[in-house]
């Protein structure tokens, strides 16, 4: 028997109020005063670097070994990545991370050198992809999902479905020689509109011709319908939604859409959306990413009434068969590491860090050993934490730290006899 969409609605209240209680409580906590930053400004002889991963640990500055390389211009390495390497991959690529569940991964463009966080690195995508062949994860088709998801058929361990958003065509250019070269099928969902109609100014967005070319090679092309990856207005007084889960302010007769109004349209955009796959690209399968991810039961309720089998959200997780509305993991920003995204993939939290000491507390930087007094380690080199003081005095650097305003101003020597002169 397949699960209802609207059993997710009610899954979530807690988590929209919850947000609010917190702030709320904050609010009355801290009172009207000066704010406390929310991240580590640190300076080095003047030029400014925003350091959102510091963190204040036993009343020390613990920064980043991303900042060690962005900063001072050091190559770093952590001597455990290099210990048994051979024999640590053999063994990830054997591990079973879960069982009866597909991961499904969210990327949105890519770039070969990103202008927004939001954008994924060419560099991070190629070695996301490389991580979840090492670490023995499965890329399955939208097929073998949907099957999963409404006919309970198996699904291999450690299955994930690779999916897009919007139909860039970076990911024509950029992402699918890419899956190509791992023989690693996906999924990019389309605002068909954009596809029919091209806009002259925006991000360019694929064609039908380069989609019928990837789909020869186990890449499917979905609904994020037809026109409505927009926000709407929704009183007559510029209060903007998700034109999908809201009923719109209708100005030539100065009144909101009623009930059976706001299904219709739904209903006739997606049906014009699944139309146009099928008459482009041949589509027998029905899938659809949801704009934004919102989601109500009304528009849940839609989405069965013309069979589609599968819908997707953007709130963080795995999928079991009957999760009709299912999870996804975001994978398509630059500012996270491709090993953070493989561990939320694994179900761990990338933000979790362990504290070591003594030995293991020890970086490689330039081809150099150098020991802490501590250390908190990450998933990956760059967000192993160590303590800003100990490198400063590694290297002969002054630092003053204001943790009222969470800022370190750095002076290296040179600067400072610089300054002295003048």
Not at 175 to 180: F, G, N, Q
Not at 196 to 205: E, I, Q, Y
Request: with cysteine; hydrophobic share 35%; aromatic share 8%.
């Amino acid at each position: 028997m397949k699960k209802s969409w609207g059993t997710f609605t009610n899954k979530f209240k807690l988590t929209r109020i919850l947000p609010a209680l917190v702030l709320a409580a904050t609010v009355l906590v801290t009172g009207c005063g000066t704010p406390v930053p929310d991240e580590v400004t640190i300076s080095l002889d003047g030029k400014e670097f925003k350091e959102p991963a510091a963190e204040i640990y036993e009343g020390q500055l613990m920064v980043p070994a991303s900042f060690i390389q962005q900063a001072l211009g050091k190559r770093v390495e952590w001597e455990k990545e290099t210990d048994k390497k051979g024999e640590e991959e053999k063994e990830k690529a054997k591990a079973v991370h879960y069982s009866g569940q597909v991961g499904v991964l969210m990327y949105h463009d890519i770039m070969e050198q990103p202008d927004r966080d939001d954008i994924l690195s060419t560099q991070q995508f190629k070695q996301q992809m490389e991580l979840l062949r090492k670490e023995g994860f499965v890329p399955i088709s939208m097929e073998e999902y949907l099957d999963f998801i409404g006919k309970g058929k198996p699904v291999p361990d450690n299955a994930v479905l690779i999916t897009f958003d919007d139909g860039y065509e970076s990911f024509y250019k950029l992402a699918y020689p890419i899956l190509k070269e791992y023989k690693y099928p996906a999924a990019n969902f389309i605002i068909v509109s954009t596809i029919d109609k091209p806009a002259a100014s925006g991000r360019p967005k694929l064609t039908w011709e380069q989609m019928r070319e990837m789909a020869q090679h186990d890449i499917g092309f979905y609904n994020h319908t037809y026109d409505m990856h927009r926000y709407g207005d929704t009183d007559g007084k510029g209060r903007k939604k998700p034109v999908t889960t809201r009923n719109l302010y209708l100005p030539d007769e100065k009144r909101i859409e009623t009930e059976d109004e706001y299904k219709q349209r739904v209903k006739d955009d997606l049906i014009r959306a699944e139309a146009r796959l099928k008459e482009e690209l041949g589509n027998t399968r029905s899938a659809v990413a949801l704009p934004y991810g919102a989601y109500n039961d009304k528009l849940l309720a839609v989405l069965d009434s013309i069979g589609v089998e599968a819908s997707f959200m953007v709130k963080e997780g795995r999928n079991g068969s009957g999760d009709r509305n299912g999870f996804r993991i975001n994978g398509g920003r630059s500012d996270q590491s491709p090993e953070a995204v493989i561990a939320k993939l694994k179900g761990q939290d990338p933000t979790k860090r362990k504290l070591v000491t003594g030995e293991g507390a020890k970086l490689k930087i330039d081809g150099e050993a150098v020991q802490f007094s501590k250390m908190l380690t990450g998933v990956a080199t760059e967000d192993i934490l160590v303590p800003l003081r100990e490198i400063c005095k590694k290297y002969e650097i002054k630092v003053d730290w204001n943790h009222k305003k969470k800022r370190a101003v750095m002076t290296t020597s040179q600067a400072a006899d610089a300054g002295g002169k003048e």
